[in-house]
């Protein structure tokens, strides 16, 4: 196999990821920032700290882009059969649909990514900066990572500004300054960046949808069938099963007890 063969647009996005993250830790630590200060005057724990923080961040980062985000089995176990497909079939209005490109079928709020090329259970989208999927396994883990990023970004941020020096020539400035000015234009548009993702992906999680969900809800059946959403339960009940998990339950249930509730209020 060539070399050239092992660059796949996965690796050459963690790679480049991986090497940006440092080389703007790398010119906040060469700059006579905050950071530097600090270790001048012996106070080794904030510079200890943020390294630990942009390290965890990066190690996050790198979990969520590596990790299975929630595949539908091709050839789906019977234990899981049982669990999962057979009865997704009690709720008779909304029987599985057999996903067109990799033929599996589909379990509720499940999408195939045509860039992964399998479906993704409790779809959200496609990152294009992870090379992944963000979908029901790694959605709780890629909503920790914004945050987490977001804190050292505007830390980062933070330091930048302390190193600069306006007050001197155009030329002098230019030299001594320029590379963090740069870094500083970048990580105020990372911060903006990863600040609105974290804010539209908190205002999904706490209403139980996701980012395909609220854009495509006029292309989705089992969202067309319903005034509203049939799988938000309350904000505390939303975000308890997003970041652990209870209650439990399939979707199909919730759907189906959603349809119940409508029934019932209409006939009273």
């Known amino acids: ?99 067109r490109y990799c033929m599996v079928l589909q379990p509720l709020r499940a999408r195939h990514c045509r860039e992964c090329r399998r479906c993704v259970r409790r779809y959200d989208h496609h990152c294009p900066w992870m090379e992944n999927c963000v ?40 030299r001594s300054s320029g590379l963090l000015f740069a870094t500083f234009l970048l990580l105020s548009l990372f911060s903006l960046v990863a600040g609105l993702l974290l804010a539209s992906h908190l205002y999904l999680v706490a209403s139980n949808t996701t980012t395909w969900e609220f854009i495509s809800s006029h292309r989705i059946a089992y969202l067309r069938q319903r005034p509203g959403n049939p799988f938000d339960r309350g904000l505390t009940r939303n975000l308890a099963h997003f970041f652990c998990g209870w209650p439990s339950g399939s979707w199909e249930t919730l759907w189906a007890e959603d349809e119940e509730e409508e029934g019932s209020s209409q006939a009273v």
């Open 135 to 174: 979908g029901e396994r790694n959605h709780p883990l890629f909503v920790a990572y914004l945050a987490l990023q977001l804190v050292v970004l505007l830390w980062a941020l933070y330091l930048a500004w302390s190193g600069l020096r306006f007050f001197q020539p155009w030329g002098l400035w230019l």
């Open 1 to 99: 196999m060539a070399p050239w063969a092992l660059l796949t647009p996965g690796v050459l996005v963690r790679t480049g990821h991986t090497v940006l993250t440092w080389g703007i830790t790398l010119v906040l630590f060469l700059h006579d920032t905050a950071l530097r200060q600090w270790e001048e005057q012996g106070e080794l724990l904030l510079p200890l700290t943020f390294l630990l923080l942009v390290l965890a961040s990066l190690l996050l980062y790198l979990t969520v882009s590596l990790m299975d985000p929630g595949y539908v089995n091709v050839l789906p176990q019977p234990q899981e059969e049982a669990k999962e497909e057979q009865t997704a079939m009690v709720p008779q209005a909304i029987p599985l649909r057999r996903c």
